[in-house]
């Protein structure tokens, strides 16, 4: 296991993070995509701990709270070292039914931090993140609170989730301007099949030093290798009952066309070489890893140790590579006597 700094701070991560979304569940809504009890939690916990990850994220709307109360427990209960674990959650979505408990108002953060550490069973929240925009709050409003909660000692980082580009350079420029806590990471959905943060979001982050934490690296599933072009996947699987995150089936299937004979050279699933390729894309934090089961969790852990050589990284791109948009086909033919000069003065 390796560990990268988080966005331009002094905190290392794991290059994996395990994901709690398939905690709890029940007889809700986040059943399609776990309802794991306590004690299959806790050897999902210990397996990661055991393997390196000290990386682990939920939100406080994953099974209506209760994914953040198990982890907690789980912490309790293995006697994890508080200093050793990093532990993110995300605040936004509706944790109740009246109209301010939900949003990103200085009245939803404040009551929802308070409500996560107690579920948590934590003094502080080392990474607290924004889970989506929220288009009736302003920006500023939600930055100061969320620099209150840092120096309050409730908050050790912030970061931001689904977010554009344009949004979050709004709101670091807000936070310089403010001398405010500014984002250290975004949290983005990325896979083979879904490169399109490459476009924007990638280029932005790297050029004001944000971490990326990666979701759904698998697609939902669809790059694990167990569904079939031409049939369902697995009875029981998340993504029968759960069709997300959108995905351009042709876009797809070409990828795991790829990625399934390197696989079976390498002896290893499609998953394995899916989560190895994003572990090497260059702005890549940590990537978000979630299981029901813990044969699931050890084949991700395995992608760690998965090398792809010059070769397959070029096939896999080739067969997701997103198509060129203005302006970037613009920028590359207008930069490119810069581009020899620079190469030229190396």
């Known amino acids: 296991m390796r560990y990268r700094k988080l966005g331009n701070t002094g905190l290392f991560v794991s290059e994996l993070c395990l994901g709690t979304m398939t905690f709890g569940g029940k007889d809700s809504f986040w059943s399609h995509i776990g309802n794991l009890d306590q004690d299959e939690a806790d050897r999902l916990v210990a397996r990661s701990f055991e393997a390196g990850v000290n990386f682990i994220d939920t939100a406080d709307v994953y099974s209506e709270g209760l994914a953040e109360t198990i982890l907690g427990q789980s912490l309790k209960r293995l006697k994890i070292p508080r200093e050793d674990v990093v532990v993110a959650t995300k605040v936004l979505g509706e944790t109740g039914p009246g109209p301010n408990s939900r949003g990103l108002s200085r009245h939803h953060i404040m009551n929802a931090v308070k409500d996560s550490l107690s579920r948590l069973q934590l003094d502080y929240i080392d990474l607290y993140q924004v889970h989506g925009f929220d288009r009736a709050t302003p920006m500023e409003e939600t930055l100061r609170a969320l620099d209150d909660l840092v120096r309050q000692g409730f908050v050790r980082y912030v970061g931001v989730s689904n977010w554009a580009a344009w949004q979050i350079v709004k709101a670091l420029g807000i936070s310089e301007r403010e001398g405010l806590s500014r984002f250290a990471s975004l949290q983005a959905y990325y896979s083979v099949a879904g490169r399109d943060i490459e476009r924007e979001i990638v280029p932005m982050l790297r050029s004001e030093h944000l971490g990326l934490l990666v979701w759904s690296p698998l697609a939902g599933g669809l790059l694990s ?30 990828c795991l066309d790829v990625m399934r004979p390197i696989g079976s050279k390498r002896n290893v699933s499609p998953a394995r070489v899916t989560i190895a390729w994003v572990l ?29 050589d010059r070769e397959e990284l070029e096939a896999i791109d080739k067969a997701s590579a997103l198509p060129v948009e203005y302006p970037a086909w613009m920028l590359e033919r207008q930069g490119e006597y810069r581009k020899m000069q620079l190469e030229q003065g190396a």
């Open 225 to 254: 290798g167990k569904f079939e072009k031409d049939g369902g996947g697995p009875e029981g699987s998340r993504r029968r009952s759960f069709d997300f995150p959108p995905v351009d089936p042709d876009r797809a299937w070409g």
């Open 280 to 308: 090497r894309q260059p702005a890549v934090t940590s990537v978000i890893i979630g299981a029901r089961r813990i044969e699931q969790l050890e084949d991700n852990l395995a992608a760690t140790e998965l090398v792809l």
